[in-house]
Structures are given as C-alpha cells and as structure tokens.
C-alpha cells in the first residue's frame, strides 16, 4: 500500500490574535514528492489549495491561535485530521504522519419486500470513498437501501443515512444471509458506522417495515 508521509510545522510568531504564523513541511509517498494536496485549518473554517514545488514542500499563513485542527486531502489518499497546540514560541509538530491509499470495496446486495429476499436478484455494486450508493428492488415494490460511504485511516465505513440500519450477520454467503435475516424490528443506533470487511455480510432495513434487504462485501482492496 502506498502511503503519503507528511512533515507538517507551525513556525515563526508568537502565539498573539492577529499575529500571524507560517505552517510548512512536505509531502511525500514513498520516498517521491507529492505535488497536489489540499488543506483546511480551523479555527479559520476556510478551505486552501496548497501550492507545492517539485520537492513537495509547501508554505501557508495563518492567523495565531493557541489550537488548530489540520485536515489534508490528497487525491487517491484518505483524508486525515490532526489537532495540534502552539507552544509558548508559536510552534506546533505535526511529526510524520501516514495516510492510507484509499479503497474499493465490491459488493452484492439484495433488496425486495421482506417476505420476497430469497428470490430476489442479486446486484453487483461498488462502494468507495465519499459516494453514495442508492440500490432499487428489481421489482415494484418501490423498496430502496441507501447509504453513503467513507474511510477513516484504512477502515472503509458505510455511514448510515435516511433511517438505514444494518445489522452484521457474519462472513456468510448471501443467500446463507438472507436465510438467517432476524425476525421482528432491527435495534441499531442511527450514529454508528459499519466498517466493510471482505465476506462480511449485513441485513438492513431501509426504513420501510415492508421493505428489507442483505448487503454482502465480496471485496475489499
């Protein structure tokens, strides 16, 4: 797996309002420079497309506060966040820091009425990073599983949404899963995250008690 190593330092100014401070390091993925990212820093909310040389170092302003948040997104790597404290100098270490290739996971999944699922047709779907997935009953009942998907560090996560809820059934097939799908109302909390694991499989409920459905990941790379 590549992964992006990145110097970051905050220098140069005393920790006053409206005193500003120089943030700089490089980017780097295996031992080669990178020469695009993008970078937001809060408290000042705002987002900046950072320029880099050919050697990956970069260079931005901000104004002095005592905490910042970093986020930096480069393409093909997930994103990551980082807090850190100036020091009594104006300066904050980020130290090295990896960011994981991002990833793909296949997947198949079923949707119908509930009482339908094993003979439901099977769709072949590919989730990824910041995208959606919106997956229609092959019939029509109108049943809908809707989901968005991220990835924090190396874990690909579907992020519930719209009232789905997933519950795991284990590295099954998915027509093992759509034998054991529970009975009655699945019991999940809206504000968790289901991480996506090659074989794992889960039922869902797309928020219509007439509807179900069984989501199978086939891949994960």
Same mark, same amino acid.
């Given at each position: 797996?590549?992964?992006?190593?990145?110097?970051?330092?905050?220098?140069?100014?005393?920790?006053?309002?409206?005193?500003?401070?120089?943030?700089?390091?490089?980017?780097?993925?295996?031992?080669?420079?990178?020469?695009?990212?993008?970078?937001?820093?809060?408290?000042?909310?705002?987002?900046?497309?950072?320029?880099?040389?050919?050697?990956?170092?970069?260079?931005?302003?901000?104004?002095?506060?005592?905490?910042?948040?970093?986020? &930096?997104?480069?393409?093909?790597?997930?994103? &990551?966040?980082?807090?850190?404290?100036?020091?009594?100098?104006?300066?904050?270490? #980020?130290?090295?820091?990896?960011?994981?290739?991002?990833?793909?996971?296949?997947?198949?999944?079923?949707?119908?009425?509930?009482?339908?699922?094993?003979?439901?047709?099977?769709?072949? !779907?590919?989730?990824?990073?910041?995208?959606?997935?919106?997956?229609?009953?092959?019939?029509?009942?109108?049943?809908?599983?809707?989901?968005?998907?991220?990835?924090?560090?190396?874990?690909?996560?579907?992020?519930?949404?719209?009232?789905?809820?997933?519950?795991?059934?284990?590295?099954?097939? !998915?027509?093992?899963?759509?034998?054991?799908?529970? /009975?009655?109302?699945?019991?999940?909390?809206?504000?968790?995250? !289901?991480?996506?694991?090659?074989?794992?499989?889960?039922?869902?409920?797309?928020?219509?008690?007439?509807?179900?459905?069984? #989501?199978?990941?086939?891949?994960? /790379?």
């Amino acid at each position: 797996m590549k992964t992006l190593l990145l110097c970051l330092l905050f220098a140069a100014a005393p920790n006053e309002p409206g005193v500003l401070v120089t943030l700089k390091g490089s980017l780097s993925s295996d031992g080669k420079p990178v020469t695009a990212a993008r970078f937001y820093l809060a408290p000042q909310e705002s987002h900046t497309a950072i320029e880099l040389d050919k050697a990956g170092r970069f260079e931005v302003k901000a104004l002095a506060s005592r905490e910042y948040t970093v986020n &930096i997104d480069a393409e093909g790597y997930a994103p &990551i966040r980082r807090t850190v404290e100036l020091d009594e100098k104006g300066v904050g270490d #980020l130290g090295a820091v990896k960011l994981d290739s991002l990833k793909r996971a296949r997947a198949s999944v079923v949707v119908a009425p509930r009482g339908a699922l094993s003979g439901a047709k099977v769709q072949r !779907i590919e989730l990824r990073h910041g995208a959606c997935a919106n997956v229609r009953a092959q019939d029509d009942s109108g049943c809908l599983l809707a989901f968005c998907v991220n990835q924090e560090g190396p874990t690909l996560q579907i992020a519930r949404y719209s009232g789905v809820q997933l519950r795991p059934l284990g590295k099954v097939s !998915i027509a093992d899963a759509v034998a054991q799908l529970p /009975k009655g109302t699945f019991v999940t909390g809206d504000e968790q995250t !289901i991480s996506l694991e090659e074989g794992a499989a889960f039922s869902a409920e797309p928020g219509d008690p007439y509807c179900g459905a069984v #989501l199978r990941v086939d891949a994960v /790379k």
